[in-house]
């Protein structure tokens, strides 16, 4: 009995300082993000070496293969692109329809905001606006220099698509096969929604090893976990030939998840073998740069862009976005001085937050 209770206490004593050990090393892990990286690439190493397979086993991916669809002709694309690219062939993309074509509405918050950012005027001069409608692009010719019709045969895309009905499905689709060529045409870009305000040059906290870098609506603290929740709304994709098989099979997914739209279907395929093989180095972008109103960037001295995400209805977007540039016109207006002793916080979203009540 007398060794029973010493073993019962070593234990109970082992126990409590297991725990009191262990825990702060616990905590420790989940607030260093080194510590984080490393649990990361250990964990990663497991799944790598209980996922691989015997080379030479797996089939061709059907998204090398050059469908009628793939050979769809952009006559006037190779020109604009040209004409707007940056030294090393990158452009800034954005698509238009005539719902957020309307004066004093997304566009014209869209392209203010590139004039009210710190120093970033000059992308104007690399942007394309891709309109869906002929609408957008009569806008779109008033109010800047290097615009695209995109049309879709048998499709009106001018009015404003709700979010997840047939429509705005089959525009989101849309968006990610005319990105494709975009790559095959060997132009790098940058692909924003209309409804991102940008206050920064983006480009310096892009990861130069990366193919293809993406927002997030939650981002969990590291850019290669693939746990991030992303967002397609703003992107950043290097020409070469992972990206352009990657863009055919996120394209080429939509059939085995219908009723999906490309963020979501991103999220089931990003674990796929498929995905894997094409060797593409994904990147998840911090949401304290690149922000929005799922996730809002706390720091107004190191935001980029923000994105009226989480929100739906076009009123909606425009009164929070509104808020958004008066909030950033005050911060710009403040001296240094001003910015230690007063903090500035967004007061957006505000409408966005009623989008998904019943």
């Excluded at 409590?16 to 260093?32: E, T």
């Excluded at 991916?61 to 694309?77: I, M, S, V, Y």
């Excluded at 394209?251 to 073998?273: A, C, T, W």
């Amino acid at each position: 009995m007398a060794l029973y209770k010493r073993r019962v206490r070593a234990l109970t004593v082992f126990v409590i300082i297991a725990v009191f050990v262990g825990l702060p090393c616990i905590i420790i892990l989940s607030q260093n993000p080194a510590l984080l990286r490393f649990q990361y690439e250990v964990s990663r190493g497991f799944q790598f070496l209980l996922g691989k397979e015997v080379e030479g086993h797996r089939r061709e991916p059907p998204w090398r293969e050059t469908l009628k669809q793939d050979e769809e002709e952009l006559p006037g694309l190779e020109d604009i692109l040209a004409r707007a690219s940056m030294p090393d062939k990158t452009v800034i993309l954005t698509t238009l329809n005539a719902a957020w074509a309307q004066p004093n509405t997304m566009i014209d918050l869209f392209l203010d905001s590139f004039h009210q950012g710190e120093g970033i005027e000059y992308l104007l001069n690399h942007l394309v606006i891709i309109a869906l409608d002929q609408v957008a692009y009569n806008r779109c010719t008033e109010l800047h220099t290097a615009c695209f019709m995109l049309t879709t045969e048998g499709v009106d895309f001018a009015a404003e698509k709700f979010f997840m009905t047939g429509e705005y499905l089959m525009m989101m689709w849309r968006r990610i096969q005319f990105l494709r060529k975009v790559l095959e045409m060997g132009y790098s870009f940058v692909f924003s929604d209309t409804d991102i305000m940008w206050f920064r040059d983006p480009f310096p906290r892009f990861d130069k090893s990366a193919d293809l870098q993406i927002a997030c609506d939650k981002y969990i603290g590291i850019p290669e976990d693939l746990d991030n929740q992303p967002n397609g709304g703003f992107v950043y994709a290097r020409s070469n030939n992972r990206t352009i098989d990657f863009y055919k099979y996120w394209y080429m997914s939509r059939e085995d998840h219908p009723g999906l739209h490309d963020q979501d279907v991103l999220n089931e395929i990003k674990f796929d073998q498929d995905f894997v093989d094409i060797g593409l180095e994904l990147r998840f972008l911090n949401t304290l740069y690149f922000g929005g109103f799922c996730e809002v960037s706390k720091d107004l001295e190191q935001v980029c862009t923000m994105h009226a995400n989480c929100c739906t209805g076009l009123q909606r977007k425009l009164k929070d976005l509104r808020l958004v540039k008066e909030d950033w016109k005050c911060f710009r207006q403040m001296s240094p001085q001003m910015k230690k002793l007063q903090r500035v916080y967004w007061r957006a979203p505000r409408q966005c937050l009623l989008s998904f009540e019943v």
